[in-house]
């Protein structure tokens, strides 16, 4: 793979990851639906993982350079 994309698509992922995990922390702590119409703990486990996938996928292509 070659490094400018990769640290692309690293850094992608990894801010997207990192966004989505600290957004469905904030919904979870204020109480708030992080879908609506969906099992309140479902959609929160389920935006968690992933969010922790999109980081592995990540660190990953960053570890890749």
Same mark, same amino acid.
């Given at each position: 793979?070659?490094?400018?994309? =990769?640290?692309? %698509?690293?850094?992608?992922?990894?801010?997207?990851?990192?966004?989505?995990?600290?957004? +469905? =922390?904030?919904?979870?702590?204020?109480?708030?639906?992080? =879908?609506?119409?969906?099992?309140? %703990?479902?959609?929160? @486990? !389920?935006?968690?993982?992933?969010?922790?996938?999109? !980081?592995?996928?990540? +660190?990953?292509?960053? +570890?890749? @350079?």
């Amino acid at each position: 793979m070659e490094s400018g994309p =990769a640290i692309f %698509v690293g850094v992608v992922f990894a801010l997207f990851g990192s966004g989505l995990l600290v957004w +469905t =922390a904030a919904r979870v702590r204020h109480r708030a639906p992080v =879908a609506h119409g969906v099992n309140p %703990v479902a959609s929160a @486990v !389920l935006a968690s993982v992933a969010a922790l996938v999109a !980081l592995g996928v990540g +660190t990953w292509c960053l +570890t890749r @350079v």
